[in-house]
């Protein structure tokens, strides 16, 4: 009985001590940031945009240096300098992540956890009611599908926040974008999400809502930029 007292006792301390994730949440190991995830259709998605940061930098940073393509650069919109703990204190950095180039979107996601392709956008927004016609289609598609991915309100968003429902739960924040010469842009009324399909060398495709409109875009842009990134599971 004593044993049994004290293998009982054993098993109640190890689990206390093990990190536990709640349900419909991930723990990040690299740093322990807690993500709320989200199943929409088969897949699982963060409910939450990217903020892994290993390293920060100037947003004009990796504009035109040598390896502007190719190395990976991590951005947070409104911060230049590269102090990690002063750039994860920002209100930005807190509310809409990181804002990455493609090189180190690539890599960004956590272990069982991926960059989506431009496949598994589709998935998701044909899940949501975008035909398979409108999901090949470039430029901005379908009718409500955005409304369905958008953080409900104005809050984050600029008004009018149009057709946001956030019915799938994926709460799409407007987190803005860096483009090529540096400078950063739209945070409040545009977010765009990288995926992991090239376009040709140069670009790859990604995904944009705005506050003015419902529906999603799907476009081709420059792997220099900077966009969010939002990781599903493998």
């Known amino acids: 009985m004593k044993k049994t007292i004290i293998f009982l006792f054993a098993l109640v301390f190890i689990s206390s001590c093990t990190p ?35 390293s920060v930098i100037d947003p004009p940073t990796g504009s035109e240096d040598a ?18 703990a002063a750039a994860k204190a920002t209100e930005n950095y807190q509310t809409y992540g990181v804002l990455y180039n493609w090189t ?14 431009d496949a598994e956008w589709k998935q998701l927004e044909m899940y949501l009611g975008v035909t398979q016609e409108e999901a090949d289609e470039t430029w901005w598609r379908g009718t409500d599908e955005g409304g369905k991915l ?21 709460t799409a924040l407007p987190g803005g974008y860096r ?12 977010g765009y999400w990288w995926s992991s399909t ?9 995904r944009g809502l705005v506050n003015s409109l419902s529906n999603v875009e799907r476009d081709f842009d420059g ?12």
């Open 150 to 170: 958008k953080e409900v309100g104005t809050f984050h968003w600029e008004s009018p926040n149009e057709g946001a429902t956030n019915e799938s739960g994926f």
């Open 179 to 190: 483009v090529s010469s540096g400078a950063l842009h739209s945070i409040g009324s545009h």
């Open 104 to 117: 180190a979107a690539l890599t960004a996601c956590p272990s069982g956890w991926h960059l989506p392709s």
């Open 198 to 206: 090239e376009y040709n060398a140069d670009s790859a495709w990604i």
């Open 223 to 234: 792997k220099v930029h900077g966009f969010s990134v939002r990781c599903v599971r493998d």
């Open 20 to 54: 536990q994730d709640a349900p419909n949440t991930f723990t990040d190991s690299r740093d322990g940031k807690v993500y709320k995830t989200v199943t929409i259709g088969e897949q699982v998605w963060l409910a939450e945009n990217l903020a892994y940061l290993p």
């Open 67 to 84: 390896g502007h393509e190719t190395d990976p650069y991590y951005y947070v919109y409104g911060y230049a300098d590269i102090d990690v």
